[in-house]
């Protein structure tokens, strides 16, 4: 058995769309029927294969495959043995299941080395730009993304309901590219220009490089900026997002305003001292809610760049004297582990070696909870800066774990 590669098979088209146009180039009149045959093929050839082999379409995507997604990585690369060698590989076109997180504690997929927030991947409506659909019969990636609602090329707002049945459109779902499941050719809507906002979002996460928006080489670091802004400052579908490049456009001092209003604020409203004064209670989530987007160093993570260039200059505006000021805030050891770019387990190591002193007495034989206020805020800027950064690692290692 030899499958014929549909034509003009790009890199940026998605899993999903280049198996539909498989099926339609081999004959087969769903996608389940050439799922069936595949999978008898991969029996012969691999039986663990064979088993992971998605029957389902909108389940094919190897980060659906929760157990065996070893065994799905297996039989896609397998398929590729039946196709023309010139076309991306199968994995290529896959999201992967990863085990980074987005801060906080959000899951994450990853398409060649990029890695996406989960939360971005749509899941009921796919929207699709008709004049994409004019030029090329195929779904790409980005439509899958969510803060992409603007198509890059033609600047038009991407099309979420079908206008002759009014449903919600999902490629998946209908196994067709240009149609919609009650038939309406998608190709003969008219579009609308997109509002600048979205525009430069899909612009934006789609690679190209925008004045107002951070300039970031590595995509998944914009993926986890645009992911940041909106846990902090969308709480519903309506909000308006349009602030988020004026936001941007004076970063970061529009971030240090804000903080400035929220030191302000800790000062005019103290009721204890701040020695006793957990950082959350006058900062929030501000560490916690960068600590990993979805990096920690500095260099690949300007909102926590930023975050500590702050601490820093409040730690030296209030220096440590008679009275407690914001410079002796307590922090906890998840806060402590985002300040210095490095593990709570390594924070444990700080404290076991004497690098990190804690504010509190501690019970015998107590361990210390994870949002207990542990540590001045002081002693941590100072042992941040007391160290070099190493710059070629995801996670900065202060001391060797034997
Ligand atoms: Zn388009
Ligand atoms: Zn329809």
Redesign the pocket.
């Known amino acids: 058995m030899f499958l014929i590669s549909p034509d003009k098979a790009t890199v940026n088209e998605s899993l999903e769309s280049f198996l539909i146009r498989l099926c339609k180039a081999n004959g087969f009149e769903s996608y389940q029927t050439m799922a069936l045959v595949i999978r008898d093929w991969l029996q012969d050839n691999d039986h663990e294969a064979a088993g992971s082999w998605p029957l389902t379409l909108s389940r094919a995507n190897i980060y659906h495959a929760n157990h065996s997604s070893g065994f799905r990585v297996r039989a896609l690369k397998l398929l590729d043995e039946l196709l023309d060698t010139n076309s991306p590989s199968m994995l290529e076109r896959c999201l992967l299941n990863t085990t980074t997180a987005f801060s906080p504690n959000l899951a994450s997929v990853s398409q060649r080395n990029i890695i996406i927030p989960l939360k971005f991947i749509r899941t009921s409506t796919i929207p699709v730009c008709p004049q994409c659909l004019t030029e090329h019969q195929y779904i790409p990636q980005l439509w899958h993304i969510s803060p992409y609602e603007a198509c890059h090329h033609h600047k038009c707002e991407l099309i979420t309901h ?6 919600q459109l999902n490629y998946l779902q209908a196994e067709r590219i240009t149609h ?5 050719d998608l190709r003969l809507i008219n579009t609308i220009k997109a509002p600048t906002i979205n525009k430069v979002i899909s612009e934006y996460i789609a690679g190209k490089d925008v004045d107002c928006l951070p300039l970031r080489a590595d995509m998944s670091e914009r993926f986890g900026i645009i992911l940041w802004y909106q846990n902090r400052y969308l709480h519903s579908k309506s909000d308006d997002d349009s602030s988020l490049i004026s936001f941007f456009e004076h970063w970061p001092q529009s971030f240090f305003e804000e903080l400035d209003d929220l030191s302000k604020t800790a000062c005019d409203k103290q009721l204890k001292s701040f020695n006793q004064t957990d950082f959350s209670v006058v900062f929030g989530d501000v560490l916690t809610s960068c600590q990993k987007l979805p990096f920690r160093t500095l260099q690949q993570n300007i909102v926590l760049e930023a975050v500590v260039d702050y601490l820093i200059s409040l730690v030296e505006k209030n220096p440590k004297c008679k009275m407690a000021n914001l410079g002796d805030l307590q922090l906890n050891i998840i806060e402590t582990a985002a300040l210095l770019s490095t593990s709570i387990e390594q924070v444990y190591r700080l404290i076991e070696e004497g690098y990190l002193q804690l504010a509190i007495k501690l019970k015998l034989h107590s361990r210390l909870s994870p949002n207990q206020g542990a540590f001045y805020l002081r002693q941590v800027i100072e042992l941040r800066q007391s160290r070099i950064t190493p710059t070629y690692s995801n996670n900065m290692t202060y001391l060797p774990s034997w």
């Open positions: 079908c206008p002759s049945c009014n449903e919609c499941e009650c038939g309406y």
